[in-house]
Every structure is written in C-alpha cells, then in structure tokens.
C-alpha cells in the first residue's frame, strides 16, 4: 500500500482507509488539513500503472471504484468540514475486482509514485 510507505517520510498525516474511508472522517477532520490526497484504484480505460491525479471537480465525475459510499457525498462532507483542497490520485488496475492482487505494472507505478513524493518531501 503506497500510503503505508509514504508514512513516516513525509510531512502529512497518512491513513490507509481500506474500502471504508468514511469510518475515517473524524481522523481527517481533526488533522486540519489545507489538503487531502485520496489513493484508490480508477478505471481510465488506460494501460494498468496509469495514474492520473484528478482535482475536487473532477472526483465528483470520476469516483472510487472500491467504496460504497457515494464519493460524491464523501467530497462534498469533506469540503464543508475542512475547508481543504481535495485530491485523488488514481492508478488504473489491470482488474477492478476487490481484493485481486496487484499486477506489476500497478507495482512499478506505486513505487515510481512512492519514489516521487519522497523526493518532493525532501526538497
């Protein structure tokens, strides 16, 4: 999980929230953060280990693929709270079924992303 290795190494509150990223709500609000970054799986209909970051707008189109909660409410809560900047950086999987393992070009572009926030940390 990306948001386990990114914990600790950078300069921001990590939380893996599984399939139920609303049982986290609390956690986030009390963080105060100016920005939120949600990593979840995205069909693109692109290549599997494409990602793309898609801005607050753009998530109310695009959505998570693994969660029940409507990403639209989830959002729209979330912007109401904290008054912060919400992210989703998307990777395209090879196959959306829950629980599948991940394929290695999903792997690689993990840890390319991994690789790119640490850097960015340290400068």
């Given amino acids: 999980c990306l948001v386990n290795r990114l914990e600790g190494h950078i300069d921001a509150l990590c939380i893996d929230a599984g399939s139920a990223p609303e049982n986290y709500l609390g956690k986030i609000i009390k963080a105060l953060a100016d920005v939120i970054i949600f990593i979840d799986a995205v069909d693109f209909n692109k290549e599997p280990g494409y990602y793309e970051i898609l801005e607050q707008g753009e998530l109310l189109k695009a959505g998570f693929t693994t969660h029940d909660l409507s990403p639209k409410m ?30 290695p070009p999903v792997q690689k572009a993990l840890s390319e992303l991994e690789f790119l926030f640490k850097s960015r940390h340290k400068l």
């Fill in 74 to 103: 989830l959002i729209e809560y979330l912007t109401i709270e904290t008054k912060a900047k919400i992210y989703l950086l998307g990777v395209q999987p090879k196959d959306l079924g829950f629980g599948e393992e991940l394929s």
